[in-house]
Every structure is written in structure tokens, then in C-alpha cells.
């Protein structure tokens, strides 16, 4: 009965499945991070809300919480992808479909001020995927790191 204690859960992926390894290439890290899943087995969720994330993966028991500041680069995503679509969204109907001025401010500004935070979730979704698929040894050393089961 006491070996039975100490198997891992029967839920949990091995380390032998090859899916538990990180990304193998920069367009699977960006698949995750858009699909919300763990970086590291693309099978668990990272959010268990709007807004929160959980402390690991319940798949593979990869860390997702880190350090303050850790996610600070996610927020240079987001501004990146803010500001990428209002601009291009200003060239082609400012210049292109030659829409007034006064007509494309307040929208875009609407715009600017509510996709920041619909995005947030996967902008730091990404952050952690490409910084996974980036720095394999590293992701392996926060699956690794405080791996008991709770």
C-alpha cells in the first residue's frame, strides 16, 4: 500500500510522453501561448479565471507563477499588438478608404483603451511561451523546482 502513495498521479503527463517537452519550434510556443495552455505539454490551463493564473500546471507540474517583474516583457507585447493594429486600422481606413478624421479617433481610442485588456491573458501567455520555448533548460528547472504534489 505504501508504494502505491508515492506513484504520480495517474492524470499527470510522464516524462517520457514526447508532447512534455518544450516547443519544438517558435510557431508550437506561439500556438500555446494563443490557445492559453501550458508552454511546456500544451495540455493544461494556464488561467482559472479572467484574470488569474494558476501556480503550475496540473499536466505536467510546470511552474507558471515566477518572480515580480517576470512578466513585464508581456506588457511590450500587448502594447506591440495595440499599437500594430491601430495603426495599420488609421493607414487603411484614414488614407485608403479616406474616412474622416474625427470619425476614426474616438473608435480607435475605445479601441486602444479595451484590447489592452482583453488581450492581457494572451500576451502573458505568449511571454511565458516564447521565454519557454527560448530557454529550454530553464523551464525544465521550474518543472522541476518544488515538484511535490500538493
Not at 515580480?68 to 499599437?83: A, D, E, K, R
Not at 486602444?112 to 530553464?138: E, H, K, M, N
Request: charged share 20%; net charge negative.
Amino acid at each position: 500500500m505504501e508504494e502505491s502513495q508515492h506513484e504520480t498521479a495517474p492524470d499527470l503527463v510522464s516524462d517520457s510522453d514526447p508532447e512534455f517537452l518544450a516547443p519544438d519550434s517558435m510557431g508550437q510556443a506561439i500556438r500555446r501561448g494563443l490557445s492559453l495552455t501550458c508552454p511546456l505539454c500544451g495540455a493544461g490551463q494556464l488561467f482559472r479565471g479572467l484574470l488569474r493564473m494558476h501556480e503550475r500546471c496540473d499536466q505536467c507540474r510546470y511552474r507558471f507563477e515566477r518572480s515580480p517583474g517576470y512578466f513585464l516583457g508581456s506588457t511590450y507585447i500587448n502594447y506591440g499588438v495595440t499599437t500594430l493594429f491601430a495603426t495599420w486600422s488609421w493607414i487603411l481606413l484614414r488614407f485608403g478608404l479616406q474616412v474622416e478624421r474625427w470619425v476614426l479617433i474616438p473608435p480607435l481610442a475605445v479601441f486602444c483603451v479595451i484590447f489592452p485588456l482583453v488581450f492581457f491573458r494572451y500576451a502573458r501567455s505568449l511571454w511565458l511561451s516564447i521565454d519557454t520555448f527560448l530557454d529550454r533548460q530553464g523551464a525544465l528547472e521550474q518543472r522541476d523546482q518544488d515538484s511535490d504534489f500538493d
